[in-house]
Structure formats: C-alpha cells, structure tokens
C-alpha cells in the first residue's frame, strides 16, 4: 500500500538531537516519511518518541539538526506546520462535557474554519462514522471506543497534510482497534500521511514502514517484511524484542 | 476566539458544583458576613443589682435599658446572686449601684457604679463597659444641677464615615476581595490545570492556536462572571445592609476590574506551576485564600500584627485593594487619594503575567 512517490518527502529529518541537560532523548535521528504513507515509529516506553512526535509538531525546539514537516521548517514556520497537521494523542483528548457536535465545531473553530465549513463537515464525518443519531450526546455517555473513533475525526477537520496519533489505540477493544486501522487506511488513500507511534505489535505490521527506537536513536527503519527478514523472525514481536535486547536493555 | 469563549462558558453551565461556587458562594457570604458575624452590640442581656432603688438609680437603669444595646435579664437583690447570674450563661454584665447612690452622689461624691462584665469574650465586655460608661456619662451632664459634677473636659467622639459603627461596611469589602480573588484565581487556575490533565491543552497547543489566545479565551468568561458577581455583592450590601454610596461608582468598577485581571493573572502563574486540578486547587487554597483571609486586614487589623506580618501583609494584594475600596465606598475619595494603591495593583498584575509567560516559554523548550 506504501505509495513510492518520487516527490519532497513530507517529513524530511536529518541529524535531529535533543537534550535536556545531559540526558539525550532524541540521538541523531534521520529519516524521511512520504506522502499518503503509513509510518509506524515504535519503541519501548521512555525511548523518546514522545519527544520526537512533540518536535515534529511544533511543540518543543529541538537542540540541533534539520528537520522539515510538511514542507516548512521547525525553527522558523512552526506556526505554518501547525496549519497542516493533525495531532491526537494517547490520552483521550475531547472535552467530556461537551456534546459530539459542539466538539467538532470549537475544534473546528480553533483551526480557523468557517461556520459553513465546519456545520457541512460535522455532518460529513458523523455520517461516515454512523453517529448521526447521538449528534447531541455530552461525550461522558458514549463508549471509549466510539470516543477515539471520534477524536481521530477530530484530528482530520481541518483536512490535514499529516495526522499524527500517538498511542491511538491504548485500552481499546481488538474489535474497534481493527475498525480504527480502516479510518487509517481510507486516509491515507486519500494521500494524508499518517504518523502513528503504538506498542501493539500487530498494529506494527498494518504499517507501510516502521522505525524502531532504542535509547534515543533509531535502531531499525524498513517495512515490517524487510524487517522481519532481517531479523530472522515471524512476528514484528520478534524483531522489537531482539532490538531492545540487543541494547542491553530488556524492556 | 469567539468558540473557545464558548465553549468555556459551555464548561460552567453544565458543571453544578462549579456554578454553586461562582454564584451560591457569594450570596450566602454576603448574607453570612452581614447578619452572622458581627461586632456589634444589640440587645445584650443584663443584670441589674441595685441597693439604692432611689429617682437617680432608676433613671439611669432607663437610659441604659432604653438605648438598644441592653436589655434587662434579671433584677438581683443580693450580692451574692451576681456569680449565680452569670454561671447561667445568658447575662453579659450586672451593673451594681451602691446603696444611698442619690444622697452620696450630692453630699459626698463619688458615688459608685459598680460594673461587672463577663469577659470571656474580652471584646464585647470592653464594648459593653464603654457603652455603660458613655450612656451614664451623658446623663450625669444632662441632669446634674450642681456645677461640681461637670466634668472639665467633655469628649465628644465622632465616628466618622461609619456613624452607628455598623461591623457590615468593614465586612463587604473585604467579602468582596476574597470572592473576587476566589473565583478569579482559584477557578482559571484549576480550569488551565483541568486542561493539562485531560490532555486536551496538548491539542490545543498543537492547534494554530498562541498560547496568548488560549490563556485569554480561557479568562474572559471568568473576566465577565467575577465582574456580575461584584456588581452581585455591591448591589446585596446597598439593598439588603444599606451600605453608603459615597464615591464615584465607575471608578469603583474600574478598580474592581483592574483586581480581577490581576487575581486572574495569580491564577494563570499557579495554573503554569501546577499540573493537575488538585495541585492547582490546594495552591490555590494556601497561596491565596488563607492569606487574603488573615493578612488583609479583612478580619485582623493590619496594625495589630507583629512588625514582621505587617511587613508579609504589603505583598498582599488583598490589602491594597480593600483599601481602595473603603476609600471609594466609604469615604467618597477620587483616584488622587488612591492612586499609589492602584499602581501597586497594576505592578502586581505585570509582574505574575510576566512571570507566567516566562514559565510557559520554559515548558516550551
């Protein structure tokens, strides 16, 4: 499904560094993502892909090295990036208190959409996701499930270049994980890039491409059949168990 | 802009604890501060023992029964009844007149008024023992025919700005502060907090949004409903309590909102040093609360206080602006009186905002 494209990459990331006082979270990263791929960037807890997602998205400075998203430069066009991109992350991340409609409208509002644009796409979405019908239920009552479907739309309002969704998918049921990697799949055709970073293994081999990382550097970077080839394994598990152990770290 | 004040306001409504904070809280204050806690004496009971039982005796019993501030719980005959009286519980101070009290008062002065008070409770027996004083005093100069007894000097004591001493006009200002710097600093404070914990702050800071909108689009609507609760509170303490009127209204509203963008900039700075709603809240409650209640002057009179606190009660915010207050409310003065007052509010309001924005670049980085 990987769309080789012969175009800028969208993410474009050379020699990324991060350090916060000695402690280097983020150690020469370099790697391109394409338009309309599905990039998995895996790691165990703490190997600093937070770090790295909050940089891609404008919200921490990176100490050093060259990094574009979505054709614009961190240090300088953060703001511009922010126009372009989608972000959702492990927590869930609407307000509980609010009903399905009015968080599509003040998320919608806050990405600068028009009363028109955003009344024609909350329609659009709550029809694609079949909600419709609890439009107007205060998100409180509504499964977790249905919830992360919704926050993933939410994500999409503003039709972003890039979706970024950290941990999208922890503490939800194997049945809504599959219904979640459709949403993926249907956007990505559509030529949005897809960041994901998680820590099922299974949702690793949905991927177009996976990079793994291991104290603060990336370990491995190919498909997961590449990958697994390597690796001599039959599982993503497999691969990320024998990576981690060949750190010495048996996370 | 416009959503996100919505939203916010969405936020309030449909939270019922919330709402009873913001609107429940400051009338059941007022009320409480107005008709609970007072210092004044109305109707307190008392004894009366007296020997004489002669014209000069009882007339004063009538002049003190008759102002309004006593009222007669028991006529003793016997010494030895006053510390059964009081052991009962409801007589705050027997007054004794020695016997033959008229035939000494003309032919062998003094005479004496014996006053004994319970004083448990120090402040009401020394107001009680004044007003006796007072109310005997006065009569003395009324009826006296003989010269002798004139006092010298008579002292005639005017209380300004709050003529019948009532304890509400020193109440209301200070209810106001702590309301103001309740809802103001303690509410922003937890709702930036729930933010952070909910995760959603992360979304709105990866939004186009600048932190400086998020921050104001999180304030105005706290802006809008600590200003209706002011005007809440001023028009319950002129309605309900009769509290003079005496300066300039808009200035008073000025100065009330000045407080407000200052206590909501408090509330910004804990909100950037607190991650969660508890932290907030409990920051909130000791950084805040406490100190407005105790070193504001509101309850303890600043001059009171040992040397070090009175110094600790400059750095109080509370204080400057129930001054201003008082000043504006009581004694009518314009901003010339006042204005030191209010640049010390605004330099406060500059230095936290400051302070917040410094935090906030920090995180960032």
Redesign the interface.
Known sequence: MMKQSVSEPVIKVRNLVKKFGDFVANDHLSFDVQKGEIFGFLGANGAGKTTAIKIL?????PTSGEIQVAGYDVYTQA?LI??N?G????????????SVR?NF????????LSGSEIKERTKEMLEDLQMTHISNK?LREIPLGWKQKLAFSVAMVHHPKIV?LDEPTGGVDPITRRQFWEMIYTAADKGVTVFVTTHYMDEAEYCGRVSIMVDGRIEALDSPEALKKNYNSTTMNDVFIKLARSSGNTN | MKGFILKEFLHIFRDLRTMLILFGMPVAQVLLFGYAITNEINNAQIAILDHSKDPVTQEITYKLLSSGYFQLNDQLSDASEIEQAFKKGKIKQVVVFEPNFAQKMTKDPPAVIQLITDASDPNTANLLSNYTQAITGDYLRQTSGSKRNLPVINIETTMQYNPELRGVFMFVPGTITILLMLISAMMTSISIAREKELGTMEVLLVSPLKPLHIIVGKVIPYVILSFINALIILILAATVFGMPFQGSLVLLLLQSALFIVMALSMGIFISTVSNNQQTAMLLSMFVLMLPTILLSGFIFPIENMPLPLQILSNIMPSKWFIIIIKSIMLKGLGIAYIWKETLILIGMTLFFIGMSVKKFKIRLD
């Open positions: 998205c404008g919200l921490q400075k703001e922010k126009k991109i972000y959702m992350s492990q927590r869930f991340s609407m307000y509980e208190d609010l009015e409208q003040f998320y919608g509002g806050i990405y600068g205060i970024f």
